[in-house]
């Protein structure tokens, strides 16, 4: 018999929801004498369950926003209790592909509000930025602060260095942090994206420096992972070693 297709981003959702299913009841769910409230008392299955059906809905909440769970509900146990569904395959199928493609439809069209809104948020920072003492702005729109100059060697000119980085948004929001890892981390000056190695090209060894990067010298309209479309980028570098000498690999 074939199956309905589940959109990608329902996917998880919906067999972590099984995960669910399962370690909460254990048999079919109409034999289940489980509590439905969890306690500390809880047995370790029932907490499974509730801190699988907990996680589930935190990640998932913003795309199933509009979903009714009473009817999802009703066809979890019915397929779950082997019974004969209230819909066709096809019914299912066709239901399913048009939910896909409104909420692929909204999800783009956010995107598009949110590039324009953080665009302008982006240019009223860097105008109002480059006004600022120490502040300087290169030709391609950059903007960098030397907090402390380095002496060492130049980063100009070499493939990879090593650093201590932090990386935020202009709210304050921390995306990345070599910090936060207790550790620094060695990156290729080339592989980044254009205007931290432009950055990074400008500094030497034993230098600090903050940099203020144009969402079309970062992610741009595409964004990446916690980084929303056209987001102009605040990062702090120190640069602690210039063609660093890399960490030896693991006998295989």
Known sequence: MNKVMIPKFL??????????????NGN?????????TVTEKSTDLEKVGYSIGYATAESY????????????????RDAYDGKEAVLTKEQMQEVMTKYEE?????????????????????????????????VK???????YKVLKQGTGKPVAGSEMVKINYEGKLLDGTVFDSSYDRGEPVIFPVEGMIP????????????????????????????????????STLIF???MIEVNPKMPAQPAQ
């Open 11 to 24: 996917a998880v959702a919906l067999a972590s929801t099984l995960a669910f299913g399962c370690a909460n």
């Open 28 to 36: 079919k769910s109409d034999q289940s004498s489980s509590s439905s």
């Open 61 to 76: 909440k913003e795309s199933l926003d509009d979903l009714n769970l009473d009817t999802f509900e009703m066809g979890f």
């Open 102 to 134: 409104k909420k692929q439809a909204e999800m783009m069209e956010k995107m598009k509000q949110d590039a324009v809104t953080n665009k302008a948020a982006g240019d009223k920072f860097l105008a109002e930025n480059a006004k600022k003492e120490g």
């Open 137 to 143: 702005t290169t030709a391609s729109g950059l903007q």
């Open 195 to 230: 205007g931290f190695t432009e950055g990074l090209k400008l500094m030497k060894e034993g230098g600090t420096y903050e940099l203020y990067i144009p969402a079309d010298l970062a992610y741009g309209e595409t964004g990446n992972a916690g980084i929303d479309p056209n």
């Open 236 to 238: 702090k570098v120190e």
